[in-house]
Nanobody, 121 residues
Framework: QVQLVESGGGLVQAGGSLRLSCAAS????????MGWYRQVPGKQRELVAA???????NYVDSVKGRFTISRDNAKNTVYLQMNSLKPEDTATYYC???????????????WGKGTLVTVSS
């Protein structure tokens, strides 16, 4: 069974930095895209950043220049380096990965349970 486990959330002052990590475990043939989403109560979950297996990235406009997504394919791990954090970045951050369990599998989405990031002003 595939699991995604996030770590690295916490409380930080505005202007500070945090690094989130998400490791995928289980019987995995290949991981296609990986990404980070965030959600605040009462709002839809939004894509923050994503990275393909080849390393192509995309970001939501509000984090461009401040956040960097990266991945270590050997470790099935994705990271999100968050710098110059703002109070509006406060949210629960969820890891997402499209994972293939075998060569015949087209892949399906898996989600972590989320890690809370709180940015104080």
């Amino acid at each position: 069974q595939v699991q995604l486990v996030e770590s690295g959330g916490g409380l930080v002052q505005a202007g500070g930095s945090l690094r989130l990590s998400c490791a995928a475990s289980g019987i995995i043939f290949r991981i296609n895209s990986m990404g980070w989403y965030r959600q605040v109560p009462g709002k839809q979950r939004e894509l923050v950043a994503a990275i393909t297996s080849g390393g192509m990235t995309n970001y939501v406009d509000s984090v461009k220049g401040r956040f960097t997504i990266s991945r270590d394919n050997a470790k099935n791990t994705v990271y999100l380096q968050m710098n110059s954090l703002k109070p509006e970045d406060t949210a629960t951050y969820y890891c997402n990965a499209e994972i293939r369990l075998s060569w015949a599998d087209a892949g399906m989405d898996y989600w972590g349970k989320g890690t809370l990031v709180t940015v104080s002003s």
